[in-house]
């Protein structure tokens, strides 16, 4: 791999076949010499030939300048953070938030010295806290993907002040120098936990080599990304998951491409936007039932994604991109990022001034598809305001384990009308405590979708003859459900079985869901869970049970603003079909909890049984 020579990022980087200077405002031409503090003027800099999106950089502009006060006048609680508990993401980011309006022109604290105090604070510290060996202790002792993180911003940091030369933050740029040559030996020698750190760190990498070039760095980002970016065809990476796609992978990958001259790297980020394109909601979020981290029990939402749409709209003219960046644009400070604040994503733009341009033309995302990833077990239906998941690709029915790292959400399916929202249908039998129905895989039917699982569980008889101890000291094994010295795999069974057929169709403007289960007879429940906020009518209280309803009889509504979903019918109560959800004994022993927030109603009943769920 052969470095790119190293760019003045902010005094002339190309813009739409034009310049971006660092403080011409708004693009506009203006005339100076050199600043009042010593430092190269950004006025006398001005764009030549390209065009800058105003409106965006004004938006960026004003947030990170809201920003600053609140950076500066935490710098004592992150300091501690970073003393006791060897936190340096929050100091590096702080200084990244600081630096970016500090080089910036068209930005209030533009080459403010009021920042310089705070701004060197934070450099001092994370001088301080950072081990012989060049990493930190964040969640991890000595880690070096935790480090990646934070040398990712401060390599961004050093590069924004190297270019604006301002003599006021000499001493701050040669201690960022000691730091990332520092942290350049950890990196280039450590080891990772997860598929993204990977990437993390080859980004880190890239940015201290592509400062202080060194065949260290370059070996140790071929040899990871040698072993092949963990893409499927279907555009998601290995961990399914919309917060690390646009936190990590995604940046990651596009730092690559840019500064290491592979631009096949930008390949993997478009498939994911492409597949990102139908997990949308109208409203913003992301679908995520289908993750493999902690975001498969949580909203999250389009926003982290904004400047990857950007950089990708501009790159390859896509419209449908730009639609979705322009969205994010318009919600401006009323949207809801999960992680980074709106004025955060200026830096970015001022590393990468070419996301500075006007985006093309919108096309439009789709909102009229039906769209299957064979590669989650993930089916998605849009129709206009209604949006439809059918999940059926957890990890479980393959590994039999609840754990960190697997897919195991049991929501099977999900279904929104405008403001209605049914975020997680679920099936529990009670049936030897294995938990949840979690569907083997998703499959096309003539009319619609089938989810499927069959689950057993035996009675063990005596070991044949060969395998007895006279002094009964058997191995400790696992039967499935729990461990025991019993040496289960020696012992014939005698089994009890149950099987699980969901069948899923459109009708009448809403769903059929027709579910069979048997033949072991147990109790069940069906799990509605609608998002809080809305109206219930038609469904009884569970007694002891917060927000939990029973639907005995009938149809149930839930109403949100103008929009309503009717379900049901409801299929009778009793001592024989309790209201109650069994997690199974993989969370009971551990007192988790696998009860999903909202309003909940419960349709019971008792296998063998068919019965027919409506969606209206």
Known sequence: MTPLPRRHLLAGTAVAGGLLAVGAPGGASAEGGASAEGGASAEG???????????FLALLTEAADARVAEVADGVDTVLGQLNNLGQARPAARGLRLLTSVHVWGDAAHHHDGALLAPMTRLVDGLAAAQFDDGLYDQGAVHSPPDTAFSIVDLGLVYGLLDADGHTGTRGIRATLKKILLKAGKGLSTGGVHTPNHRWKVCAALARINSFW?????????????????????????SERSATYAPIVTNPSLLTLARLTERPALYAHVRRNLDATLH??????????????????????????????FRALALRERDGRFADVAATIQRRGADQTFDETPLGDFLAEVLDHPELAAPLPEATGAPDEFTWRDKDCGLVRIARGRTRTTIFGGTDFPDVHAISSGLSTNPTFFKWRKGAAILDSLRLSPQFFSLGHFRAEDVERTADGWRLWAEVRAGFHLPLPPQHRRPDGRYPLTDDGRFWSAMDFPHRPKEWRTLRTEVRIAEADGGWNLDVE??????????????????????????????????????????????????????????????AVVDSGERYSWMGGDLTPAGQRVLITGRSPLRYRLTLR
């Open 517 to 578: 289960i048997g033949e072991s007879e147990v109790p069940l429940a069906l799990e509605l869970c609608f998002r809080s906020g809305g109206k219930l009518t038609g469904v009884d209280p569970v007694p002891g049970q917060k927000d939990t309803y029973q639907l005995v009889k009938g149809y149930g509504t839930y109403t949100s603003g103008d929009d309503v979903i009717t379900f049901g019918p409801g299929n009778g109560s009793g001592p024989r079909q309790p």
């Open 45 to 55: 800099r001005a764009p030549v030939g390209g065009r800058v999106d105003k409106p």
């Open 279 to 308: 997990l949308l909601e109208p409203d913003g979020e992301v679908e995520t039932v289908h993750s493999r981290r902690q975001d498969q029990k949580t909203v999250k939402h389009l926003s982290e994604y904004w400047m990857q």
């Open 213 to 237: 070039p060194d065949a260290r760095y370059t070996r140790r980002i071929d040899a990871w990304l040698d072993e092949g970016v963990d893409s499927y065809d279907s555009g998601q990476y």
